[in-house]
């Protein structure tokens, strides 16, 4: 589960329900003891027997190594059903989980930040065909903070121990007291599911939580298109050339990283490939003397941070990078008022609308819609002002877009509007013609230089 900052159960309740909270809450514990971890064909078997016994969702969790491995595997997985129990898995002891996955396929998964683990589970063949999501459904609900230990804590009272967060779930055996933190992420999973499935009816929400599960089902992680431009101080970064510098280094540490399933950090910091993409220094005595070039990696793999380095130095002009990339979509926010200052007031419009939507219907206003589809909707609306058509082109743009259908119905309509509004609003009024104004045509046309007032002296 994502980390996150401890917090005292009186902060948390008045944070996210503004009442006062009661002055002790029960510290969450495991109410069947701790299960061992199955990591055998025959315990498998079991596992899946026992879930299958069992009735209503399946509460699932998954542990990674993030920040030690470079993989995004799950190293860990925790079940638990009414009438099964808990189940801690092993899946780094097992070729497939097929049994698993069949047992599991007629039931809906309830998750906690489904985002985060459904890609881990696809790795190991664990697909949903129905799943509820409670970091989703609080955001639904508007509740400010939606980490896993508060909402437990706010809605149904109890403290949830949070130490083991951030620990290697890569190693083996795992120590008992990190699979009991395991254990617990799914002790109440199920409770809090239905928890907030009652509150979402109550807020006549429910309908718009089922379209955003059914469009959770296909997740998958967006590759990220030069990756290398997320290193950190990249901005200090002077010069095309120091920039492709950072692009070798950056590439290398990550084949290096990812051949020895080390997460990046660990083989050099991104604040070493920085500075030694400034200084460009010429050989292994002037790389390891640059101030700032440290970490795990740098004098280990010396001779190919060396070999990037020169590599970046040898590349033709035209090869360099840029300090910008040009995407497929629109230009960032900032430049709208100077390349399209319509577009720009579409922008503002529309974003003020969505604020006060959002707060009409209590949730965070990139529930309504995307960022990114509202920017690419306003940049390059359709084409024709016929209110009608244009509300229906609209929604066909946003429906490509992958905007569900609730999204839409709310949107929409102010989009049409800040459309129209902005384009109104760019058109000059005519201004009526003066006497004054009135000159001959000879004499208003000139040679293209402007005379001084008062006229030539010729």
């Known amino acids: ?103 599991l396929e007629p039931t809906e998964w309830i998750l906690h930040a489904a985002t985060q683990d459904l890609p881990c589970l696809a790795d190991v063949g664990l697909v949903p065909t129905r799943l509820f999501d409670t970091e989703l459904a609080g955001r639904l609900l508007g509740y400010p903070r939606v980490g896993l230990a508060t909402l437990v804590e706010t809605l149904l009272g109890y403290r949830m121990k949070k130490e083991h967060s951030a620990v290697d779930w890569s190693t083996r055996p795992l120590p ?69 510098a950072v692009r070798a280094l950056w590439e290398t540490r990550d084949e290096i990283a990812r051949q020895r399933d080390v997460t990046p950090g660990r083989i050099l910091p991104d604040s070493a490939l920085v500075v030694a993409a400034t200084a460009m220094p010429a050989d292994k005595e002037a790389l390891l003397g640059t101030k700032g070039f440290h970490g795990r990696g740098a004098e280990r793999y010396a001779k190919r941070w060396l070999a990037a380095l020169r590599e970046a130095e040898e590349l033709p002009e035209e090869d360099l990078p840029t300090r910008t990339t040009r995407g497929d979509g629109p230009p960032v926010p900032r430049a709208w008022a100077e390349r399209d200052p319509v577009a720009a007031r579409r922008l503002r419009l529309s974003r003020e609308a969505m604020a006060a939507l959002a707060e009409q219907h209590g949730l965070p206003v990139e529930n309504l819609i995307t960022p990114d589809s509202l920017r690419r909707v306003l940049w390059a609306p359709p084409s024709t002002r016929d209110p009608a058509e244009l509300l229906e082109a609209v929604i066909d743009q946003l429906t490509g877009l992958g905007a569900r259908g609730w999204q839409i119905a709310l949107v929409a309509p102010l989009v049409v509007q800040a459309v129209l509004d902005a384009d109104a609003y760019s058109e000059p009024e005519p201004e009526p013609e003066s006497e004054s104004d009135s000159v001959p045509e000879s004499d208003s046309e000139s040679d293209g230089a402007s005379e001084p007032p008062g006229g030539s002296d010729s």
């Not at 944070?15 to 495991?30: I, K, N, S, V």
Request: with cysteine; aromatic share 6%; proline share 6%.
């Open 1 to 103: 589960m994502p980390a996150e900052t401890p917090e005292t159960p009186e902060t948390a309740e008045t944070a996210e329900t503004g009442q006062t909270p009661t002055p002790e809450t029960e510290l969450l514990a495991l109410s069947g003891g701790l299960p061992p971890v199955v990591d055998t064909a025959a315990g498998l078997l079991e596992v899946c027997a026992a879930i299958e016994a069992g009735e209503g969702p399946v509460a699932i969790d998954a542990e990674r190594a993030s920040g030690y491995r470079y993989s995004n595997r799950a190293y860990l997985i925790q079940l638990r059903r009414r009438g099964s129990g808990t189940h801690l898995v092993d899946p780094i002891a097992f070729e497939s989980l097929a049994p698993l996955q069949a047992a």
């Open 176 to 244: 008992e007291p990190w699979l009991e933190y395991a254990a617990l992420d799914v002790e109440v999973l199920i409770e809090l599911r239905d928890r907030l499935e009652a509150d979402l009816e109550a807020a006549g929400k429910a309908e718009w939580a089922r379209q955003e599960f059914e469009a959770l089902k296909g997740f998958e992680v967006a590759e990220r298109v030069d990756a290398w431009r997320r290193t950190s101080g990249l901005h200090k970064v002077r010069g095309r050339r120091a920039l492709a």
